[in-house]
């Protein structure tokens, strides 16, 4: 069992910078493929990038490419969100997400636990 819980999020202006953080509980953190997804009003939740146990490999939805960087460190059991250069349509909840064994899905239904999410709103 993984607990995740989100931290991080907030009310800034158009092209400022916000750091999320996921912090897990349970054992076996470095096991997991771990991610974040977000979901705007109305919308589906989507995928927003992921990272291997490692951390070495990446991925990214393509509106996020060159603006925000996953991160992890296994020594806190700790997961990241960098997120730069944020534009309106990136106002979203934002998801942690886990996910047992594997590589990276974009697909939220491979993810075995998800945190509460947290709040990110930006402002034109």
């Known amino acids: 069992q993984v607990q995740l819980v989100e931290s991080g999020g907030g009310l800034v202006q158009a092209g400022d910078s916000l750091r999320l953080s996921c912090a897990a509980s349970?054992?076996?953190?470095?096991?997991?493929?771990m991610g974040w997804f977000r979901q705007a009003p109305g919308k589906e939740r989507e995928f927003v990038a992921s990272v291997n146990w490692s951390g070495f490999n990446t991925y990214y939805t393509d509106s996020v490419k060159g603006r925000f960087t996953i991160s992890r460190d296994n020594a806190k059991n700790t997961v990241y969100l960098q997120m730069n250069s944020l534009k309106p349509g990136d106002t979203a909840v934002y998801y942690c997400?886990?996910?047992?064994?594997?590589?990276?899905?974009?697909?939220?239904?491979?993810?075995?636990?998800w945190g509460q999410g947290t709040q990110v709103t930006v402002s034109s």
């Open positions: 349970g054992r076996s953190f470095s096991m997991y493929v």
């Open positions: 997400a886990a996910r047992r064994g594997g590589s990276y899905s974009l697909a939220s239904a491979d993810y075995d636990y």
